[in-house]
């Protein structure tokens, strides 16, 4: 028969898929040794059967009793004893952490009878039963039943007002139990019954609640986001609840046992005495620092402290703990490893090299390309001096401005139609997040670094500001030391100082784009993220088998990827060099009558095209360039055709000249194409417009000759674009083979040629095309595009929003490879083409080669190297290590 509960001494971390994670965690503390309330687990195969057929499995109810047993016996108390009530909390536990997006009861167990056995428990404290009573039925209202938390609130606000008292803490036992009796009231106006008054009912429907929570809008948003798998389900821990809210001997409170937004060593955390756990994460109240802690109860600090150091050595790596202090007594509620910024991930990571905790294949891990990638962002160039209006908790890193916005929907409304926000909030809650994904940077004026805005902003590399307790945040503008700001106005926020600025502050890049640029020393900077950059990109470099090229067409272009580490140029497109000035040259030869005019037009362009080309040679002296022949359809360097249509009928009308447009206008018509991306584009343009290929096929033998004349090392590679049949190749071969055979001569110089593979024909044939190609490079873009039918132009913008809403897939295919399909032509031509001539070198040039996810796919096919923009090269050669280390993981296994 199934288990589908676990008491926590018979669990471990590594059963996270099973139990969650906070589940698996809680197990291992408790297995250490550590002080952890007793409780058990229900699984998440559980969860899975209750959401497939909205029941809970056969035999459940049964192991949950034998388990209940086993924990009252633990405690000595029973659940419902009116006189000596066991509560115990309901907590989610997914196998990823979703911080805030599922459901959590707490003090179940509670009714109106045991209400008084609890405050007896609690040494007559008449006040904490009946808060305690209060919390349960605001909670279980609003998870399990789905009564308008709002409602609660108003409830308590009012309470608070007819006493005339401001803080939740002021209100005495007398006002609460009268607030019990109003919540009870809001809650059967809403549900129909009145508040359950059987312990076991509850915990029940708690459960189901917690299970059902897995599919609440908001955590399939996060999901969707975090790319967290959709049917992994939710597992519910039941824990013997211990109370933070007993008085001032007792409190709550979260840790980290590094500073997770920069990644110093030393521990860092919040403290709120007399407080429920929900009250630290939900930023209501501003919370003291861990270290007032240590005044204020110093066994249970120092006790803590030598906890999250047995913790830390134990996952070797950053934790962060959630933990209760009831009348002295300390507890463990929570441990896993933390959300860290990348700034702290990078830091992290070498530190712990540093110490000799991990070894630096392990550190590889610890870090990812996309981390990396938002280091590179750029920050606040403070050299104006702007004044900060206002400072706040730099809660995640990161330089944003926009205009205010003060709600979740305004937020996505205004994003949507193309503006910046920055969405500005007392604290945030769950339902904030589409406007949080929408906007630049979150502002709130309560709550810590642990608050919810800034652990969600942190896992999605949002700025964030949060805790600016001088706000005073209205429904439409919020005021700062008299000033007002409104919905609108534009501020700027910086997620590292905290600091907050009317209107837009100007950015500077990064330390760690100054350090691949080549003007941050790494030995000297006396930065510990660039030093940490340094140690991982060089390590990532040594072990990567997977080379990163860069996509460039431009002399600076290239320059530059050579600073970030390409090694070599897999992608030079030429058809940006016949824009600008040179579109007439072009125009003239689309529009050539004959051979003549059509020589004419091309040696014109010939040495124009030497020169584009002998620069980016000499920038890449030594690597191997690859150029690739015109591409894109003609037709896109003529004049749109609506355009001149409507011009030649107005200057008609108007009695003017309108010959050449007139001509240009039949010329258009001709080429106009039904559909452009599936016409004459790419070797057909060679094919059917003769010296076209030649003129670009001369001009690159004769830089590369230019260059080997001037002592350089050229290593010219003409790629053919949008090959479907091998004869097509084979044509353009022999004509191209006769021009380098008759530039190139003794000077030394080879010129490889190659083949894009970017139509789906093309990927199934490759057997055939490799006999006429040295190498091949994926244009994953275009195989993407024929590969799905979708056009690439078109259907991001118009309805993946719905193909992503239904799950069909993750992520856009356009951004990371379709492993399943368009990844399989990759690996069909791979095998193909290399069966046929073994040694064909094989790369990829579409966007998904600085791509993280498909660097690692890349890595898995065998191909010789990805290329991408200059600025994804370090991100790509960050992860072409970490798959090389990953697949080296993988073997041992
Ligand atoms: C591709 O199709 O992937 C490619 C690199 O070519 P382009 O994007 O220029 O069509
Ligand atoms: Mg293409």
Not at 307 to 324: K, P, V
Not at 667 to 693: C, D, Q, T, Y
Request: aromatic share 6%; charged share 25%; hydrophobic share 40%.
């Amino acid at each position: 028969m199934v288990k589908f509960v676990y008491d926590f001494s018979e669990g471990n971390k590594d059963l996270k898929d099973l139990l969650g994670g906070k589940g698996a965690n809680l197990a291992e503390m408790t297995n250490l040794g550590l002080p952890v309330p007793a409780g058990f687990t229900i699984t998440t195969e559980a969860c899975r059967t209750f959401l497939k057929s909205s029941a809970l499995p056969d035999g459940l109810d049964a192991e949950i009793a034998s388990h209940l047993a086993d924990l009252e016996r633990a405690m000595g108390r029973k659940l419902g004893d009116p006189n000596d009530p066991l509560l115990v909390s309901v907590r989610s536990g997914a196998p990823f952490s979703m911080p805030g997006m599922m459901e959590t009861v707490l003090n179940v167990g509670l009714n109106d009878e045991s209400v008084a056995g609890l405050s007896r428990q609690a040494g007559g404290n008449d006040r904490f039963a009946w808060d305690s009573y209060r919390r349960l039925i605001q909670m279980f209202g609003k998870t399990v039943c789905d009564v308008p938390g709002d409602e609660f609130e108003q409830a308590l606000h009012d309470a608070k007002e007819s006493r005339g008292v401001r803080d939740d803490v002021q209100l005495d036992a007398e006002a609460l139990q009268e607030l019990v009796t109003a919540y009870k009231k809001v809650f059967s106006k809403h549900t129909g019954h009145d508040f359950p008054q059987d312990p076991r009912e509850q915990m029940s429907l708690a459960i189901e609640a917690v299970f059902r929570s897995w599919n609440a809008d908001r955590a399939v948003l996060y999901r969707r986001q975090e790319r967290i798998p959709a049917d992994l389900g939710t597992a519910v821990n039941i824990v013997a609840m211990v109370f933070g809210n007993l008085g001032p001997d007792s409190g709550t409170g979260v840790a980290f046992t590094r500073d997770p937004a920069t990644g110093e060593s030393g521990i860092y955390g919040d403290y709120l005495q007399n407080a429920q756990g929900e009250d630290v994460v939900a930023g209501i109240r501003n919370t003291l620092s861990l270290h007032d802690l240590e005044g204020l109860d110093k066994k249970s600090y120092d006790e803590l402290l030598q906890i999250m150091a047995t913790l830390e050595g134990h996952y070797r790596d950053l934790c962060d703990i959630e933990f209760t202090i009831e009348r002295g007594k300390l507890w463990m509620l929570q441990t896993r490893v933390g959300k860290r910024t990348a700034a702290a991930a990078f830091t992290i990571a070498a530190q712990l090299v540093d110490e000799g905790m991990i070894d630096l294949d392990e550190a590889l891990t610890r870090v990812t390309g996309a981390q990396l990638g938002q280091l590179m962002f750029p920050r606040f160039d403070l050299s104006s001096s702007p004044t900060a209006i206002t400072r706040g908790v730099g809660a995640s890193p990161g330089a944003a401005y926009g205009e205010v916005v003060f709600t979740a929907a305004d937020a996505t409304a205004k994003a949507a139609s193309g503006h910046n926000v920055i969405l500005v909030r007392r604290e945030t809650n769950p339902d904030d997040l589409p406007g949080m994904i929408a906007a630049q940077g979150i502002l709130t004026s309560r709550g810590g670094k642990t608050s919810h805005a800034a652990v969600v902003a942190r896992g999605m590399g949002k700025t964030c500001v949060c805790g600016a307790d001088e706000l005073e945040v209205g429904r439409d503008q919020f005021t700062v030391g008299g000033q007002v700001v409104h919905e609108g106005d534009v501020i700027s926020i910086d997620g590292t100082t905290g600091r907050v600025y009317l209107g837009e502050v100007p950015v500077r890049p990064s330390e760690v784009v100054q350090y691949f640029e080549g003007d941050l020393d790494p030995a000297q900077a006396n930065d510990p993220l660039v030093a940490a950059v340094h140690l991982l990109m060089t390590h990532a470099d040594s072990r990567s088998s997977l080379k990163v090229r860069t996509n460039a067409d431009t002399g600076a272009d290239a320059a530059r990827a050579r600073r970030f580490g390409a090694q070599g140029i897999g992608l030079c497109r030429t058809e940006h060099m016949f824009l600008g000035d040179r579109r007439e040259l072009v125009e003239r030869l689309i529009l050539a009558h004959n051979a003549t005019e059509r020589k004419e037009a091309l040696d014109a362009l010939q040495p124009l095209q030497r020169t584009d080309f002998l620069e980016i040679f000499r920038e890449m002296n030594g690597l191997p360039v690859t150029v690739r022949l015109i591409d894109p359809p003609l037709h896109e360097f003529l004049p749109s055709l609506e355009e001149l249509a409507v011009q030649v009928a107005v200057a008609r009308e108007r009695g003017e000249e309108v010959e050449r447009e007139q001509k240009m206008l039949t010329a258009v018509r001709r080429m106009h194409e039904s559909n452009p991306m599936l016409g004459l584009r790419g070797v057909r343009l060679g094919l059917v417009i003769p010296g076209l290929f030649a003129m670009q096929v001369r001009a690159i033998a004769e830089a590369a000759v230019a260059l080997a004349a001037e002592g350089g090392h050229p290593r010219p590679e003409i790629m053919v674009p949008l090959v479907g049949a091998v004869q097509e190749l084979e044509t353009v071969r022999a004509e191209a083979e006769k021009i380098i055979a008759d530039v190139v001569r003794d000077s030394g110089v080879e010129v490889l040629i190659g083949t894009m593979i970017e139509v789906p024909r093309a990927a199934l044939t490759a057997g055939q095309i490799a006999e006429a190609a040295e190498f091949f490079s994926f244009g994953t873009n275009d195989l993407t595009q024929m590969g799905w039918g979708f056009s690439r132009d078109d259907v991001e913008g118009a309805f993946f929003w719905r193909y992503l809403e239904l799950g069909i897939f993750g992520i856009s295919p356009f951004e990371s490879i379709d492993r399943d399909g368009v990844g399989r032509l990759v690996r069909i031509a791979s095998e193909e083409g290399r069966q046929a001539r073994p040694g064909l070198k094989l790369g990829v040039c579409g966007e998904h080669g600085g791509d993280p996810d498909s660097v690692h796919f890349f890595h898995e096919v065998g191909l010789d190297y990805v290329s991408c923009s200059p600025f994804r090269v370090p991100i790509a050669r960050l992860e072409a290590g970490r798959a090389a280390v990953e697949s080296a993981g993988s073997d041992h296994r």
